[in-house]
């Protein structure tokens, strides 16, 4: 009776814990990383609007002066259409470049051009119209993993944590109905 009394206990905890985990992973990207992907979404449309307003009109040789002026390594890269950045392994973007993409479509005024693509070192290209000419664009530094892989790392060890508390914590509280059997 003990041992399907243990393993009842320690399944309950497992469920409780797992539940609270699944819950707490919603909430932070529901509360977290959406708001903030909105915000950046935001700050990129305002950002590439003005650019567009600035080429709106210009030659395609002060175009590409004006973005010259603009590609600086620790911001803003551009590329012209006709120089794309080469492919990156991935053929799907991930969760938070599909939140990010989505809304910055919502944002940008001119989206029938709105294109994406990665490079080898991580990073999300955009391939967008800017003053009536496509341009490829990245406003994102390379990045070693996603954000969704490293909520889903801690939540993968804090629940071995509470598993482990969980288990020390069931045993002990066992122990008396073991000596009174």
């Known amino acids: 009776m003990t041992h399907s009394l243990l393993r009842r206990n320690i399944g309950l905890l497992v469920g409780v814990v797992l539940t609270g985990q699944i819950l707490a992973g919603l909430m932070v990207v529901a509360l977290v990383l959406r708001p903030q992907t909105v915000r950046v979404a935001d700050i990129t449309a305002r950002m590439l609007n003005a650019i567009s307003v600035e080429m709106d009109g210009r030659t395609p040789e002060e175009q590409a002066r004006l973005a010259a002026l603009i590609d ?3 911001s ?3 590329r012209p259409d006709n120089d794309p950045p080469s492919a990156g392994g991935r053929s799907f973007p991930n969760f938070m470049e599909r939140m990010f993409m989505n809304a910055l479509a ?4 001119s989206v029938e051009d709105l294109h994406w693509r990665t490079d080898p070192e991580g990073r999300l290209w955009m391939r967008v119209r800017l003053g009536g000419t496509p341009w490829w664009v990245n406003m994102t530094p390379p990045r070693p993993g ?3 892989v490293s909520l889903m790392l801690a939540s993968i060890i804090a629940f071995i944590v509470a598993l482990g508390g969980g288990v020390v914590l069931q045993r002990r509280l066992d122990r008396p109905l073991r000596r009174s059997s």
């Not at 919502?106 to 005024?109: C, I, P």
């Open 146 to 148: 996603s954000a969704i």
């Open 106 to 109: 919502t944002k940008l005024a």
């Open 72 to 74: 600086s390594p620790r």
């Open 76 to 78: 803003i890269h551009m």
